[in-house]
């Protein structure tokens, strides 16, 4: 069954990178947009006369709470149409047309067997929304891994809420690396999320379930890994972009 394009509107914009920005929304028509933590909407905009051209799908960073609306996390691609729109063009008021949410990319059913969720840049978007879940419903689980790669210390995305959330979600363990800096904090790692996924896995790749989110690059050296390492593809589950 087809979903219903609906309008939403832009109720506030937030930096949070150099080039990437979180981006909140409003559905009017709904008392409650519910969802399930990783999925995506797809966005209608005015940037092409080809409806099919126009359409842009973003994961729902932000967990559902109950209200009407959602917050997305985009980063700016200069040689694109769509988010060079919305970073120059859209602004508090803007409507936007909108349909979802879509996607079996989501929240495991039950953790009966540790997590670990890789993801580079925006890629962190569905687990963002999937720990928030997880925490502000205190949702029962084994180890839960959040790797998240970007180049500098400035590219970190939500780097201190999952900090916060870490220290007080038992079983919640976050690991920031950082592929250009030359020195890294304590609990953070230099270089890429391979390494680190790879050395968390030896000890527990016979049960162990894998979540990978991000360009496709890095979702097919990751695959090929986990494959190197032993796991069955049915323990690795992945959502790509670019």
């Given amino acids: 069954m087809a979903l219903e394009w609906m309008e939403a509107v832009l ?20 008392e409650k947009f519910d969802f399930i933590p990783g999925q995506f909407v797809t966005l209608d905009l005015p940037i092409h006369e080809q409806k099919n051209k126009r359409w842009r799908s973003y994961s729902i960073a932000s967990a559902p709470n109950g209200t009407n609306t959602f917050e997305l996390i985009i980063v700016l691609l200069e040689t694109g149409l769509g988010t060079p729109y919305l970073f120059n063009e859209a ?6 047309t909108l349909r979802g949410p879509q996607g079996v990319f989501v929240l495991p059913k039950n953790f009966e067997h540790d997590v670990y969720f890789v993801c580079t840049g925006t890629g962190i978007a569905p687990f963002r929304s ?21 180049r500098k210390f400035e590219d970190g995305l939500y780097i201190d809420e ?3 959330i870490e220290s007080k979600e038992p079983g919640f363990h976050f690991h920031p690396c950082y592929s250009r800096e030359a020195e890294v904090p ?5 270089g890429y999320v391979h390494p680190v996924y790879q050395e968390l896995l030896k000890e527990n790749k016979e049960t162990a379930h894998v979540w990978l989110c991000g360009w496709k690059a890095m979702i097919d050296d990751a695959r090929k890994n986990t494959a190197d390492l032993g796991l069955d593809k049915k323990q690795v589950h992945f959502e790509s972009f670019g």
């Fill in 11 to 30: 109720t506030k914009i937030e930096n949070e990178t150099p080039n990437t920005k979180r981006f909140y929304f409003e559905i009017p028509s709904l």
């Fill in 91 to 96: 602004k508090v008021g803007t409507k936007v």
């Fill in 130 to 150: 999937m720990i928030r879940y997880i925490h502000e419903h205190k949702i029962v689980h084994n180890n839960i891994h959040l790797i998240f790669g970007c």
């Fill in 162 to 164: 999952l900090k916060e």
């Fill in 186 to 190: 304590t609990g953070a790692h230099k």
